[in-house]
């Protein structure tokens, strides 16, 4: 395959195709970070990867994208980096720095831009830089690289996109300035060739210096295509040695990483400028499986491909892909819930599907000294991961689940447009169960008797949906998710939901499609007014209207807005969806009864009824655990994980980090 095939740079060689893109973890802030994020990068290196950007670090103060982020600008922060490199270095990988200057992104009172233009997701307004702070953040970039050159590392990753200091020079929206680093587009890419320029004539010709060029930038006003093309001629005139490609702005209204993104949905836009730019190139956003990556280097024009998330789904990615074990690899499903949810909520990140990335060092694998029998009741998420986690460290395990598949709430899940991911995951566990022989009991609920032979015994039974108790609960008209998302029932052309958390939204988003756009490129790009030959500047053109396929109804008691509890980057675009599609909500309403008339509540003290097909209830899930009291009436040794031992907001992640943990402590 092309992706194993080694590339040759003029003065480096990297073993592979594959790089590990940059991916703020939060471990950069913790006390102990070094070790740790030596211990994380060193344990991707050994599973193969090729080369490796790390977190972005600022290179000074007003750089930060928070309070005390990482900064590289003195000597005496050398060696603590030597760590890193060193850890890389041992198992034969390469590393690169990012420098990334958040510029007005910077969540903090110190941040500076181009001009004081505060950013639209930012409450802090930068101060504009004198022509003088432009020339002293230049010199910053500098230092920080040849710091990070005698750090060990291979090379540094200059941040030039997402809408960070770099790109907000280059963009007219961003940079309003009047003199030699504002106005002509020759001016506003001054600040990035100098960057890069400089850079290279102090670390010298073996170095390599990635740029992360802005291709996309899917906002109003940003760069067209040809200014794009110019800038990446120029860069790398400048001296740079590869390209990587920048999708979208933080502040775009586009979705760029989120599971509606098709697989490989980007990487058109790095084939764009394969004949413009003769540097390698590096595809990006949303790769998650060997096949794909494998597509986008022989079909879609790129020399590399990056992917972040997916390394900390599986460390041993590489691996497996290089040894045709695709069907071992822990898929990144894309969620964004423990990577970039957790960072924005000021959390180090960890994985949904895999809850020791980013804690190698506190959450370590470790064989079981005893080898017991242990029986693991459920196989949803938390069983399934408690189940193969134990069965993966020694211990003889059997899964028993009641239904005739595993996967439990997962089933229903993937039913949901833009949730396809999750059949990966089943794919994961089903394999797991068999490389460490785990045995499967399907369609069968244990007796407390039958579970008395086993050693330990975990409860992962799960939920079940909380029944609805109005008057007319138990009308015809009245469905529960599972019967809709199972395809039990059909509804009808009208309904109204029940419950706008995140089920309520997904069951909302299942009866509103059309069609599943996981495989439609096409159809993802003009939904989202994304503009193939990015002729405008930008990318962006009108979104293109589908007609949703039923009229929805949402509603809830609290008077919050709908969706509120959704992650933190990911809830924008589901409310988007839905808003685009004509959802009418209600908020603050007290549930009257459901008649043949249809769904009766109270609003701001007037009675309202709303004429549906369908009542969808979607609200919320209590314990299905009836099993673990009569089990521990017995005196068994039970632990009772995930949904069965609170069903209040629990969700995958929770599940299987318990499951995982609970495992380990066996
Ligand atoms: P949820 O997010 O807690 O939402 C339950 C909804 O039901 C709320 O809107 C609640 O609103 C309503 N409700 C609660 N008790 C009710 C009652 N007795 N009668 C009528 N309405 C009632 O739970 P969920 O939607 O079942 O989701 C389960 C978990 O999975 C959550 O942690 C959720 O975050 C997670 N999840 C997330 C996503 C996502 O992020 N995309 C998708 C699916 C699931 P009121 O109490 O205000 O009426
Ligand atoms: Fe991928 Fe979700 Fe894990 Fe993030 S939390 S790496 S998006 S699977």
């Known amino acids: 395959m092309k992706l194993f095939e080694p590339l040759h740079l003029p003065f480096v060689t990297l073993k592979n195709r594959i790089v590990m893109g940059s991916m703020h973890t939060g471990l950069e802030e913790e006390r102990d970070g070094f070790a740790r994020m030596a211990a994380f990068y060193q344990a991707r290196a050994k599973g193969g990867v090729g080369l490796i950007v790390t977190g972005g670090v600022a290179p000074n103060r007003a750089g930060w994208v928070a309070p005390f982020a990482l900064r590289l600008a003195k000597e005496s922060q050398v060696k603590s980096h030597r760590l890193i490199t060193d850890a890389v270095h041992e198992h034969g990988g390469q590393i690169c720095l990012q420098i990334l200057h958040a510029g007005r992104y910077g969540y903090h009172p110190l941040c500076v831009a181009p001009s004081a233009i505060k950013a639209p997701i930012n409450r802090f307004k930068p101060r504009a830089l004198s022509k003088r702070s432009i020339r002293s953040t230049i010199s910053d970039f500098i230092v920080c690289a040849e710091l990070a050159r005698r750090a060990g590392y291979d090379g540094v990753e200059v941040m030039g996109s997402e809408g960070y200091l770099i790109n907000q020079f280059i963009a007219a929206k961003t940079n309003r300035r009047t003199d030699e680093w504002g106005g002509s587009f020759a001016n506003r890419i001054r600040f990035a060739i100098e960057i890069v320029r400089g850079i290279r004539e102090r670390v010298g010709e073996r170095f390599i210096i990635i740029y992360r060029l802005s291709m996309l930038d899917l906002v109003k006003d940003g760069s067209s295509f040809d200014e794009i093309v110019e800038l990446g001629v120029r860069i790398q005139e400048a001296g740079a040695t590869i390209i990587n490609t920048g999708i979208g702005w933080h502040e775009a209204r586009v979705p760029t990483i989120a599971a509606v993104v098709p697989r490989a949905g ?5 084939g764009r400028f394969k004949d413009k730019i003769s540097l390698p190139l590096i595809a990006t956003n949303r790769i998650n499986m060997p096949r794909v990556a494998e597509q986008v280097l022989t ?13 900390l789904a599986d460390d041993e990615w590489v691996i497996k892909a290089q040894q045709g074990r695709d069907d071992e690899i822990n898929t990144c499903i894309a969620c964004n819930q423990a990577c970039l949810d957790n960072i924005f909520s000021r959390q180090t990140a960890t994985c949904l599907v895999n809850p020791r990335a980013c804690r190698e060092t506190v959450m370590p694998f470790t064989p079981a000294t005893v080898q017991k029998r242990v029986a693991v009741v459920g196989a949803g998420p938390g069983g399934l991961a408690c189940a193969v986690t134990a069965a993966a460290r020694g211990h003889q395990v059997s899964l028993f689940e009641k239904q005739l598949a595993i996967g439990g709430q997962f089933l229903f899940a993937r039913q949901v447009p833009g949730k396809e991911e999750f059949d990966e995951t089943l794919r994961y566990f089903r394999r797991q169960i068999e490389i460490h022989d785990v045995d499967l ?15 330990e015994v975990v409860i992962a039974t799960g939920v079940k949906p909380r029944p609805l108790t109005i008057s007319g609960a138990d009308h015809a008209r009245v469905v529960s998710y599972i019967d809709v998302l199972t395809g039990a029932v059909e509804v009808g052309e009208r309904a109204a939901i029940i419950g706008a958390g995140g089920i309520g939204f997904d069951v909302a988003t299942f009866l509103l499609a059309g069609h599943s756009q996981a495989e439609d490129i096409e159809a993802f790009l003009t939904t989202w007014g994304i503009d193939p030959a990015i002729a405008a500047p930008g990318g962006l053109v009108s979104p293109a209207h589908h007609p949703p396929a039923r009229q929805l109804f949402m509603l809830q008691r609290k008077t919050t807005k709908p969706g509120a509890g959704l992650g933190k980057t990911t809830g924008w675009i589901h409310r988007a969806v839905l808003k685009k599609a004509g959802v009418s909500f209600f908020t603050g309403v007290e549930y009257v009864d459901i008649t043949d008339d249809g769904l009766g509540f109270r609003k701001d003290g007037r009675l309202q009824r709303l004429e549906v097909d369908h009542i969808v209830v979607c609200a919320g899930q209590e314990p299905e655990k009836s099993l673990a009291d009569d089990l521990a009436r017995d005196g068994l040794n039970v632990h009772i994980i995930g949904g069965a031992r609170k069903a209040a907001e629990l969700d995958a992640q929770r599940a299987i980090s318990e499951g995982v943990a609970c495992a380990d402590s066996l």
């Open 441 to 455: 009991r399907l369609g069968t609920t244990p007796t407390p008797a039958e579970l008395k032979g086993f050693a």
């Open 299 to 311: 079909e879609g024009g790129a020399d590399l491909i990056s992917m972040a998330r997916p390394f």
């Open 266 to 270: 980007f990487s058109w836009v790095t």
